[in-house]
């Protein structure tokens, strides 16, 4: 767990619910990437992990039946964002990511509304990104 403590700060989301093809796979991606800590698993295929303001549910195949019709599941989901307090905190989460490896689909940047953000994946494709945006932050 000595990546988790390094993480660098985020205001989180508050609630995602994400179908996962390997749970045990996605869980050591949250919560040793990210930072995320287990809340509750009611069962071998659930999961629920927090990182103190949110909730990521995390729900893995229950049979082959179940996982063949995920994989053909689409969805609507671009990507969901973790929120920083300060435009900085963007680019220590991206050096954090790389050092454990993780591939980041792009760069940190400005953008023309004044945010800063970038975005990488996780073990099943869903897209995430860390930005700072200053109305949504306060600051």
Known sequence: MELASKTPPT???RHVALFVKDLARAERFYVEFLGYAVEWRPDAYDLYLT???DNLALHGPR???ATAAQDRRETALD???LLCDRAEDVQAWADHLERCGVALDTKPRKHRDGATSFYFRDP???RIQIIHHPPIAGK
């Open 11 to 13: 205001r989180g989301i």
């Open 51 to 53: 990182r103190g303001e």
């Open 63 to 65: 049979s082959d039946a």
């Open 79 to 81: 990507h969901f964002g």
């Open 124 to 126: 099943d494709g869903n």
